[in-house]
């Protein structure tokens, strides 16, 4: 807006927004006459909204397929067990494979950004091993190295 100076000021409102399902980032949301005062009284200009996706340590968005990072244990990688992820869209079950490996992918249809060809969402696994801080801990591990005598890491 414009002051008694006619200096122009940036005034700070407040307004309701509704994200349409299945927006895509960098796509743009027209809010009609909600931009700034036109000139000489005249109507106000549009207001658009680019669409950003944050990233963050668990989830990240490519087009319209998301990654989700979950953890799982290593008697799940191992023995691949059904377990049950809270994933955006809600719980699902999920049969993770035998032999599981860190990082390793699986792909849940359709479950990624909705829109007209829905993307896909990707659990992106990430094993996690428990601390062996009591002896009871460290003599199970033991038994585990003690299990696989041939298994050499490097």
Do not use: C
């Not at 036109?38 to 087009?63: A, H, K, M, P, S």
């Not at 397929?65 to 191992?78: K, L, M, S």
């Not at 969402?121 to 199970?140: M, S």
């Amino acid at each position: 807006t414009y002051n008694a100076y006619g200096e122009p000021e940036v005034q700070r409102k407040t307004l309701q927004v509704k994200i349409p399902k299945g927006m895509k980032e960098g796509q743009q949301i027209r809010l009609s006459k909600q931009g700034q005062a036109g000139i000489n009284g005249g109507e106000n200009g549009d207001l658009y909204i680019e669409i950003l996706y944050q990233d963050t340590d668990r989830i990240r968005v490519e087009g319209a397929d998301v990654y989700y990072t979950v953890d799982i244990t290593p008697w799940e990688a191992a023995l691949g067990q059904s377990v049950e992820i809270n994933t955006p869209a809600g719980k699902v079950q999920v049969n993770i494979p035998k032999n599981a490996k860190q990082n390793q992918q699986l792909r849940l249809k359709d479950k990624g950004i909705p829109n007209k060809t829905a993307g896909h969402l990707y659990l992106v696994l990430n094993i996690v091993y428990p601390k062996a801080d009591t002896a009871q801990e460290q003599q199970a591990y033991q038994d585990y190295a003690n299990a696989f005598p041939n298994f050499k890491a490097r």
